[in-house]
Nanobody, 124 residues
Framework: QVQLVESGGGLVQAGGSLRLSCAASERTVSNIAMGWFRQAPGKEREFVAAIHRVTGVTRYADSVKGRSTISRDNAKNTVYLQMNSLKPDDTAVYYC?????????????????WGKGTLVTVSS
């Protein structure tokens, strides 16, 4: 069972930046793509960004495109989400996710493994 451990959440003012990290316990074909979902209070969990750990291909939700960058460090089995120009609407629990492809990872049911989540709060 692949373990995903997130870090980097916290409280930030609107317009600020945060970098989230997610470390995977191992790399297999079932977690060759990694990424992030988020869930705001009272809302469904939604896709944020994904990256293929071999090719580096990335996908982003329209809501964060241009403000966020996903990257990976294969030596550390870790992916990062750099979020800039944060807005109060970005407030959510951010979950690390892993799956077999970046396309699959854009959907909730395409996720093979989940992290426990890290809270990001953006104050106005």
């Amino acid at each position: 069972q692949v373990q995903l451990v997130e870090s980097g959440g916290g409280l930030v003012q609107a317009g600020g930046s945060l970098r989230l990290s997610c470390a995977a316990s191992e790399r297999t074909v079932s977690n060759i793509a990694m990424g992030w979902f988020r869930q705001a209070p009272g809302k469904e969990r939604e896709f944020v960004a994904a990256i293929h750990r071999v090719t580096g291909v990335t996908r982003y939700a329209d809501s964060v495109k241009g403000r966020s960058t996903i990257s990976r460090d294969n030596a550390k089995n870790t992916v990062y989400l750099q979020m800039n120009s944060l807005k109060p609407d970005d407030t959510a629990v951010y979950y690390c996710a892993a799956g077999g492809s970046t396309q699959a990872l854009t959907k909730y049911d395409g996720v093979n493994f989940w992290g426990k989540g890290t809270l990001v709060t953006v104050s106005s």
